[in-house]
């Protein structure tokens, strides 16, 4: 599949493993890697730094095969997610950062584009959230709103 702004294809990347059967030298059993995964929650990692760490430091090397839910369905069931998704959020705090850079360097053009595009991303994953039920109908994406959520 393409890029969604560059006309490059990105075949390149890590891929899963092809084996599904059980994990045999894995040290940890479901309920140990459940409680690591609400440790670093409240220790204020997101997602994708818990997974990280879980691969890093625990050797685990993928939550889903061993639990067969994700991390953040775990944070879900105990009531530990957060109200913005973290792919939102990263890109509300580039779009910040942008906007930040621009205020300094008012002729940077391709910054300007940078802007456009990442609040085109931003509106595209809104809409999809709301479908997909986890932002709520009403929520309205407004920066200023939203610099001060992040801030």
């Avoid at 890029?3 to 059967?21: E, F, I, N, T, V």
């Avoid at 059980?22 to 997974?51: A, D, M, P, V």
């Avoid at 990280?52 to 997610?81: A, C, H, Q, W």
Wanted: no cysteine; charged share 40%; net charge positive.
């Amino acid at each position: 599949m393409a890029r969604m702004y560059s006309r490059k294809k990105g075949k390149s990347g890590s891929k899963k493993p092809l084996k599904k059967g059980k994990i045999t030298w894995l040290r940890y059993n479901e309920n140990e890697i459940e409680q690591l995964i609400i440790k670093l929650e409240k220790q204020g990692k997101s997602q994708s730094q818990i997974g990280m760490i879980l691969r890093d430091t625990y050797g685990v090397p993928d939550v889903k095969r061993i639990l067969k839910i994700k991390i953040g369905k775990v944070l879900e069931k105990n009531k530990l997610s957060k109200e913005i998704p973290e792919d939102l959020l990263n890109l509300i705090k580039r779009e910040i950062a942008i906007m930040k850079h621009i205020e300094s360097n008012k002729k940077d053009m391709s910054a300007k584009r940078g802007l456009i595009l990442t609040e085109s991303k931003i509106k595209k994953l809104v809409n999809y959230y709301k479908r997909d039920g986890r932002l709520d109908k009403n929520w309205v994406y407004d920066r200023d709103k939203v610099k001060l959520l992040i801030s």
